[in-house]
């Protein structure tokens, strides 16, 4: 056969069996599925990815600045700033406490090894880099406690890696 006679003939086009052709439907069935779910999760929901707020000195960062003094910041109107150090195997402070209603805007940062911090019942889930201030904000309308904890393995007193934020009904913080 001449190299003529293969360029005249009609090429091949892709042929899938019937089998293939449904899953590949109901593969991108999921995949849109999936970018519609993204989609509502971080607009519709106010998911939030943890901000790099800022750089620090994991060395220093606890002798002057708002972590020498790790707590709550009262800045009116309702709003709070929470600085959380953490350290193996403590987050200091290990108790918040704020009013319901109150939006809670959380800075954290590690001194010695990597760690996590999960605020159960809230999305607030973050992974905490020494050097590194990490940001999220979240508002608590219902009173109650919201244990957090490390998630990140730290050593082994990790399990000892806890603190609690409390919305109280009242006021006071």
């Not at 593969?27 to 519709?44: H, K, N």
Request: hydrophobic share 40%; net charge negative.
């Amino acid at each position: 056969m001449s190299d003529q006679q293969v360029l005249g003939e009609e090429q091949p086009s892709f042929h899938a069996d019937d089998y293939e052709k449904k899953w590949i439907g109901v593969s991108i069935v999921l995949l849109v599925a999936f970018a519609v779910t993204v989609a509502v999760a971080g607009f519709a929901l106010g998911f939030q990815v943890p901000g790099d707020e800022s750089r620090v000195d994991p060395r220093t960062v606890a002798d002057s600045g708002p972590f020498s003094q790790p707590g709550l910041r009262d800045l009116g109107g309702g709003e709070y700033d929470a600085y959380i150090l953490s350290q193996q195997y403590l987050f200091t402070p290990r108790e918040i406490r704020v009013p319901a209603g109150s939006t809670v805007n959380f800075y954290i940062t590690s001194i010695d090894v990597q760690h996590g911090f999960k605020l159960q019942d809230t999305n607030i889930n973050m992974q905490i880099v020494p050097g590194q201030v990490s940001k999220l904000t979240a508002t608590f309308d219902d009173p109650g406690e919201y244990p957090y904890i490390c998630h990140e393995y730290c050593g082994i007193a990790h399990a000892a890696m806890f603190g609690s934020l409390i919305v109280e009904a009242g006021g006071g913080s």
